[in-house]
């Protein structure tokens, strides 16, 4: 009945995010990942997984499994994140573009997916082997969009890297009356391997400012930074300080900047397509020198943000009254990952916001004892507001579910209805056949309109018959 209660004046929460991107070049997932997710950070509590990886391996066979088949890294992500309680609530595949959301099970009811789209760039605007993929989303009432993008490689392509990063913003229009463009959106966040590269500077040049962390040296003659000076549009998206190493390009297995040859490919169209030249090459903290034809590293891996409901002069201290405020905790790289020639770049963000959206639209709760010998007696009651449909549905989950689809059981709201009225509906969910378990349990309510979790239930127990004691007038009691 809490969603009957009148409603007060919600607070302002903080969301923490972390954002990953990552050109994996066609690797599978390494054994451990700990680094890459901030496991390991104690001082973080995050709220919402943004991933977002190019260059998965797309053969043709690799394609027909991952069709059938959760693909190798989507699976690994899954299985490391939901027994801490995170669920996958979107996911988008574009040949070897793949964009993941993941957020505690809690946040699901005030997250609604409103679209997804691929956006090829390649191959006059037809392959996807380049171009972006996106995810349009209400986080507590507000519209996000997320976006993973791979954009044209080598030194010579950056006109065509800026006409492509301008259509794959101008493809992403929504159905949504009120949002008809990406630019009305409160958030949008966009990154992956943008391919910008540092011009002008010698590879001797770009090796001493690397060896002496000399990094603000080279943002002058990044491609990216140089486009955001001429650009208005380009300029909104903010981007953290590159305070860490080019991301690109690496020998594999190594931390070693390329040291391949390029012998037979010294013809002048191939230099225009290549960033290659003499220079000696940073490996860890010391410096080995070789005389062979390499290519220039770049920070090519890169997330950047906009903001609509803030000033964009100032990301770093908002107003303390803006109802949505992002601040950026981290923007670093990870060198201990070595599967591929890209080092993986994170974002972590602490998202200050209002919510416009306070209370569920479904509120769910078991009634009595639950037991495997009884069916499972569900109560749930509606907000005003929310338009339910003959295909909804609500699914029984164990605590530790990997997505939306790994339910125990379900059952459709109105097949196995006991009683409803305006506001307050009773349906049961036939536990007979579910294998005595010491798990517990959660309920999702999932509404059909809305294609999004709109209700869930506090985690229980069900529990044999053994577990109820009976009182001196033989009624059962559930064991607390």
């Not at 054994?31 to 043709?60: A, F, T």
């Not at 997320?146 to 229009?173: G, K, S, T, V, W």
Request: glycine residues 4%; charged residues 20%.
């Amino acid at each position: 009945m809490e969603a009957m209660s009148p409603r007060t004046e919600p607070r302002c929460r903080t969301l923490s995010i972390h954002v990953v991107t990552w050109n994996v070049a066609s690797a599978a997932p390494p054994p451990d990942l700990s680094d890459l997710l901030q496991l390991n950070n104690l001082n973080l509590d995050l709220d919402i997984y943004v991933i977002g990886l190019q260059e998965l391996n797309c053969g043709i066979m690799s394609l027909l499994s991952d069709t059938a088949f959760e693909d190798p890294w989507s699976s690994y992500f899954m299985d490391v994140l939901s027994p801490l309680s995170f669920v996958k609530v979107s996911s988008v595949r574009m040949q070897g573009l793949l964009l993941l959301i993941f957020a505690k099970y809690q946040h699901l009811p005030f997250i609604q997916v409103l679209s997804t789209k691929s956006t090829p760039t390649g191959l006059f605007g037809y392959w996807g082997n380049k171009g972006g993929v996106n995810i349009f989303l209400k986080l507590y009432g507000y519209y996000v969009s997320i976006i993973n993008c791979h954009l044209p490689p080598h030194m010579a392509n950056n006109d065509q890297r800026l006409e492509h990063f301008d259509r794959i913003l101008e493809m992403q229009n929504f159905e949504a009356q009120d949002t008809p463009n990406i630019l009305d959106h409160d958030l949008i966040l966009w990154f992956g391997d943008m391919n910008f590269r540092i011009e002008d500077f010698g590879l001797h040049f770009v090796r001493e400012s690397i060896k002496n962390q000399r990094y603000s040296d080279l943002w002058e003659k990044d491609q990216l930074s140089i486009a955001k000076r001429h650009d208005p549009l380009l300029r909104e998206f903010q981007e953290g300080s590159l305070l860490f190493p080019p991301t690109y390009k690496f020998d594999k297995n190594s931390n070693n900047y390329d040291t391949r040859s390029m012998k037979g490919q010294n013809t002048p169209g191939a230099q225009r397509g290549r960033d290659v030249a003499t220079y000696h090459f940073w490996n860890g903290p010391s410096i080995r020198f070789l005389n062979e034809k390499k290519r220039k590293p770049a920070w090519t891996d890169r997330i950047l943000w906009r903001l609509k409901r803030q000033s964009q002069t100032d990301f770093q201290t908002p107003e303390l009254s803006a109802p949505f405020a992002l601040f950026l905790r981290s923007y670093v790289s990870h060198m201990v990952y070595t599967i591929s020639d890209h080092k993986p770049v994170t974002c972590t963000f602490d998202l200050e916001l209002k919510p416009l959206v306070s209370a569920p639209l479904i509120t769910l709760l078991p009634e009595g004892p639950c037991t495997m010998e009884n069916d499972l007696l569900i109560s749930y009651c509606l907000a005003a507001d929310f338009l339910s449909s003959p295909w909804d549905w609500i699914g029984l989950y164990k605590v530790g579910l990997r997505h939306i689809n790994d339910y125990v059981s379900y059952v459709w709201v109105k097949d196995n209805q006991v009683s409803f009225s305006d506001r307050l509906n009773q349906v049961y969910i036939d536990i007979s056949d579910i294998p005595e378990t010491e798990d517990q349990f959660l309920l999702f309510y999932y509404s059909n309109n809305l294609h999004s979790v709109v209700g869930i239930s506090k985690p229980f127990k069900i529990q044999p018959f053994s577990f109820l004691e009976e009182d001196p007038l033989d009624e059962a009691q559930p064991q607390i």
